[in-house]
């Protein structure tokens, strides 16, 4: 008889609930490991997932959701070689399309999605990373390539995305620029970025700001609908516009009289797909290098929720009263 374990699972879109459940503890297949979970890391795509807004990642139901996760290697597939039982790892594994999520004791994970957790971090503070710090990577580093001494302005800078984009951008060696509301401004001079309030600030005020009054080499949105169309402008010719929000109908024409490139950032690509799941590994790899040299520090709002409290957390990210980032506590 297979062993149980306790999760939860999403009977309809919409509900505001879960449903607590005993399923049986699976088994890893080739190029997979199990993970006994200790911490579930909550995004927005999580409940937008439950919500049914996301068409482009909902899981047929009953399903597990749950994107990030920390946790400890028990069992490891056939041809896996890089991780052992008793390893701490972290990864954006699941809670999309047909994959079990991390709402649950156990999942197996593509060994290609998850990487060592920071030797010098909580598995609280490690389940918050993967997908914010791999879509900053995938805008800042992928799309636009930033060069150090290069300028770079982040759009919604205390923000789950945009705190990584500011201190990535910072450990690549960019001169940094954030916007965010007047409370926060003491948080992006902290992650060593010059704070512009966009709450008083213009799109012309934050353009002079920028050296020469020229605007940006690189500009990454996080917010998308007007600020995103705001950004078009705000780069230097040649410039670059990343963003990870850009889900509406935009007019170029201010981009393009700059010959800057736009581009998108889809972070559950290579989940729901498969492709380049290996480039997530290493992309935190590097995350984890960071970490343990002091150049990237996670942000975990100091309430604990257990599993039986999940709506609670994800309630807590759709009303952003979050302080940046919310944690599941399975263990």
């Known amino acids: 008889m297979n062993k149980m374990m306790n999760a939860l699972i999403l009977e309809n879109f919409g509900d505001h609930e879960f449903k607590r459940v005993e399923l049986p503890i699976p088994q890893p297949e080739a190029g997979q490991v199990l993970v006994r979970i200790h911490a579930s890391g909550v995004?927005?795509?999580?409940?937008?997932?439950?919500?049914?807004e996301a068409t482009y990642a909902m899981p047929e139901l009953p399903a597990v959701l749950g994107t990030d996760m920390a946790g400890v290697v028990t069992a490891?597939?056939?041809?896996v070689t890089h991780f052992n039982v008793g390893d701490e790892v972290y990864g954006l594994i699941g809670g999309v399309r047909g994959l079990q999520g991390s709402l649950a004791e156990y999942v197996v994970a593509d060994a290609d999605l998850i990487a060592l957790k920071p030797r010098n971090i909580s598995m609280r503070e490690a389940a918050v990373l993967p997908l914010t710090f791999l879509t900053a990577w995938e805008g800042l580093v992928d799309n636009a390539k930033v060069q150090p001494?290069?300028?770079?302005?982040?759009?919604?800078?205390?923000?789950?995305?945009g705190y990584m984009v500011v201190?990535?951008?910072?450990a690549l060696d960019a001169n940094v620029w954030a916007t965010a509301r007047t409370a926060d401004q003491s948080l992006i001079s902290e992650l060593g970025a010059t704070p512009l309030d966009y709450t008083t600030a213009s799109s012309?005020?934050?353009?002079?700001?920028?050296p020469e009054g020229q605007g940006?080499?690189?500009?990454?949105?996080?917010?998308?609908?007007?600020?995103l169309e705001a950004s078009l402008s705000m780069t230097t010719h040649y410039g670059h516009i990343t963003s990870c929000a850009a889900f509406g109908n935009h007019n170029l024409a201010n981009s393009s009289l700059r010959c800057a490139t736009v581009s998108g950032v889809f972070v559950l690509m290579p989940t729901l797909t498969?492709?380049?799941r290996s480039h997530h590994g290493d992309v935190l790899k590097t995350a984890t290098r960071l970490v343990e040299e002091g150049k990237l520090r996670p942000i975990v709002d100091p309430r604990h929720f257990t599993l039986d409290q999940a709506i609670e957390a994800h309630d807590a990210v759709q009303d952003r009263s979050a302080n940046i980032k919310v944690v599941i506590d399975v263990i």
């Open 149 to 161: 001494g290069q300028t770079v302005l982040v759009q919604g800078g205390a923000g789950g995305v």
């Open 216 to 227: 940006f080499n690189i500009v990454y949105d996080t917010v998308g609908g007007p600020v």
């Open 76 to 79: 490891v597939g056939e041809g």
């Open 204 to 210: 012309d005020d934050i353009i002079a700001a920028s």
């Open 274 to 276: 498969g492709n380049r």
């Open 167 to 170: 201190q990535l951008a910072k």
């Open 43 to 52: 995004n927005p795509i999580d409940y937008k997932i439950r919500l049914g």
